[in-house]
DNA sequence: ATTGAAATATGATATATGTCATGTTTATAA
DNA sequence: TTATAAACATGACATATATCATATTTCAAT
């Protein structure tokens, strides 16, 4: 089992807030879990007994629309933690988490967390910037999702991807998601999705090879109406 | 000057977590601020020098889209705080305030509040709850916007209104909108809000008095589709 | 390699919503 | 009170997107 305090993980979320004597305490009642790809890590209405530290991989929080329609409102990757929302709001959790790689996470006990949100102000400040971060973003999506069109919020979403996580040394996207996880998060159906991917094909802002995407004109895309 | 201490407002927001001392604190250094309908006590850019709470009345939280058009995010009331965010995130507001009716506000300088985050953790656990609950509620908001029709986000809109803000010895809901407000708040044509209040109206849902809307039979707009 | 299922792709059509035009009502100021 | 602008309302039409049908391709399991 590895340790917290020397995991280099930590540096990309709250965690970095605790003292060395918090991590080791953490390293010694941490489970680890391997998840493959397509699993289920907790879904809508679970009661979360403690938060996850993606060590690696990626997945979607996603929530069921009444409709029957599957809505995704973020994707978390490696250095994200998992599950602290509902955590510190004490509540079930409100999304559902589903792994879109092989992913190895860390279990950290709620009651741990709960310690330190009682002792660490500096845990808890930066739990809290982090979470004014989140809402920042969640505003804009709001209002892409209320203003924008499919082919301006695709456009969006696939610069989102290419800036946030990058690319594989094809240049293909290194998050491969499916069209239909598009559509997820956009808000528009699979097959709108599937033809504004060829819009964008034949307009050459992007190329595609299987299901894998690349763009070949990002301020192309940013143009687009 | 009111005193906090005493000021029964703050049961509602996260300085209730605060002691007595630390209120009679904010009592000397808080400044009173009256605010006319229709008034911007804060825009989209701004730089906060503190936070607001919001002793009278209602405002709007709006951002502007880039094809031009105002969204409103969320609607803020009396007993809630204004700018806590931007003020974690240490950033420009992303969000513009827009007083609905005539406001009292009350003005804390953000050195203080800044005190308070470094010291009191019972304070920084409170915002971060709140901040949890906001950011679940823009999790539905998200999945309303992408998933729902115009005639569910306008149902849904009404009914939220009545339960969280109530309404008047008439009947009518005691937040007063526009319509173009309200086709701010779900994302549509000012033209196509009317249009559904019109169906509603028809379909014996809700009536309307002037410019004021009455539910009539919030379990048919529960069911609207 | 073969098969079957899932994902991708595209056409035809229906529907919801946006846009523009125009008229009506309501509120506000002179 | 009248004048005037803003808000509300509705029709006609345009457009984006959803839905349903049907190929085609890709991928995994045998």
């Known amino acids: 089992m590895g340790k917290c305090e020397q995991c280099i993980i930590k540096q990309f979320n709250s965690l970095k807030a605790l003292t060395n004597e918090e991590l080791v305490r953490i390293s010694s009642c941490k489970t680890s879990r391997t998840v493959k790809k397509g699993e289920v890590i907790f879904e809508e209405g679970d009661v979360l007994k403690g938060i996850y530290c993606v060590r690696e991989g990626i997945c979607k929080l996603t929530k069921l629309s009444s409709n029957g329609k599957d809505q995704i409102i973020k994707l978390v990757v490696k250095g994200e933690l998992l599950g602290q929302r509902s955590l510190v709001s004490d509540e079930s959790v409100n999304l559902s988490a589903i792994a879109l790689n092989d992913m190895e996470l860390c279990f950290i006990p709620k ?3 709960m310690m330190y949100l009682q002792k660490n102000t500096n845990f808890t400040y930066d739990l809290l910037r982090e979470m004014a971060i989140d809402l920042k973003e969640a505003d804009d ?33 290194s998050v491969l998601l499916s069209r239909e996880d598009f559509a997820n998060i956009i ?10 991917i060829s819009q964008f094909k034949k307009e050459k802002l992007i190329t595609t090879i299987g299901k894998q995407i690349k763009i070949i004109d990002i301020e192309g895309l940013k143009r687009v109406e």
Not at 149 to 173: H, M, P
Not at 187 to 196: L, P, W
């Open 187 to 196: 808000g528009t159906a699979t097959e709108s999705t599937i033809r504004v």
């Open 141 to 173: 999506i709001i209002v892409n999702m209320a203003q924008k069109s499919v082919r301006q919020r695709l456009a969006e979403t696939l610069i989102y991807i290419n800036d946030s996580f990058g690319t594989k040394s094809d240049g293909t996207l």
């Open 111 to 113: 009651a741990e967390i």
